[in-house]
């Protein structure tokens, strides 16, 4: 076990204190109002249990195992996108590199290569595939394919390497250090989508796409925003090595591409005329339906600090 930074461990003991709080609520609600069915509530809280309590083990084990976690999350979110999205048959092939992609993208986090990390997805993995569904020789439904494929590493392997990557920074904040970033990141992220949640519960009146999402609204979305700039504000000085008002901007962009990202699944997911993207998890889907604002939010917030602090 390396050490665990003291902003991160203190960050670690508020986390489980909101999941302790959740779960007495919970069961006080189930006591109060024993005829409703709190089933979904409760499996989503314990897989909450779980998701964390694994995710906090492996930070605390080495970095290297949290690396192999979230390389082993991207294997579980690429095989989800191609079980829900139709591929060729002749492409089975072709799928073996996209999975193959995984290992070497996060080889390269695990030895700290930024130079080829940034570009051995978006760029050789890119020109690779195509050239290898040539070689089958199936022209129909190639471009089709193509777009799909790659679209699919890009969003699972490559986005999601990000949050790896982030342990692998120099240290600029020793109270927190890598492990911190990782913490802020999937912490205001999360927190992004309840905030959102809640305030279209409360005040949602205007919806903003309500072809792909009818639930999300304007003040839901607004809310979220001000909310999560704000507690980024004074938590990124804590977690992260940004002041306040580059931690507010850091809280602002998590919350619009935390959006977007969401959005943007759910556009899939209707298209496909699926509810959810996997089971999982119960109580929450598939591992795109919990990693789908993460999916925008980690580039966006890796490069956002990479430029801003480093």
């Not at 904040?173 to 913490?183: D, T």
């Not at 905030?195 to 304007?218: A, D, E, M, Y």
């Not at 979305?221 to 901007?249: D, H």
């Amino acid at each position: 076990m390396w050490e665990i930074p003291p902003h991160s461990l203190y960050a670690m003991l508020v986390v489980f204190g909101l999941l302790v709080t959740a779960t007495t609520c919970r069961l006080t609600l189930k006591r109060l109002k024993p005829e409703k069915d709190y089933t979904e509530l409760r499996q989503r809280i314990q897989s909450w249990w779980w998701m964390i309590g694994i995710l906090f083990l492996c930070l605390i084990v080495s970095r290297t195992t949290a690396i192999i976690l979230f390389a082993f999350i991207s294997f579980l979110a690429l095989k989800e996108f191609f079980s829900i999205v139709p591929t060729r048959q002749a492409d089975r092939r072709v799928l073996f590199w996209a999975y193959l992609s995984i290992p070497v993208q996060y080889y390269l986090v695990s030895i700290g290569w930024y130079g080829l990390f940034i570009i051995f997805i978006p760029v050789y993995l890119f020109l690779f595939l195509p050239m290898r569904m040539v070689l089958i020789g199936e022209t129909r439904g190639f471009i089709h394919s193509a777009g799909i494929i790659h679209w699919a590493v890009m969003l699972t392997v490559f986005c999601l390497s990000h949050i790896a990557y982030l342990l692998m920074l120099p240290v600029k904040n020793a109270e927190a250090g890598g492990m911190g970033l990782v913490i802020f990141l999937l912490f205001m992220t999360q927190f992004n989508d309840v905030c959102q949640f809640i305030w279209g519960k409360l005040l949602g009146r205007h919806k903003i796409i309500p072809k792909v999402s009818p639930n999300k609204t304007w003040e839901g979305f607004i809310g979220g925003l001000l909310t999560i700039a704000l507690v980024s504000g004074f938590l990124g000085p804590f977690l992260t090595p940004l002041n306040f008002r580059f931690s507010l901007l850091a809280g602002l962009l998590i919350s619009v591409s935390g959006f977007i990202g969401d959005v943007v699944i759910s556009s899939i997911k209707r298209d496909l005329e699926i509810k959810d993207s996997g089971s999982l998890i119960p109580g929450h889907g598939g591992i795109l339906d919990r990693c789908d604002s993460l999916i925008f939010t980690s580039p966006l917030f890796f490069h956002y600090l990479y430029y801003m602090s480093f």
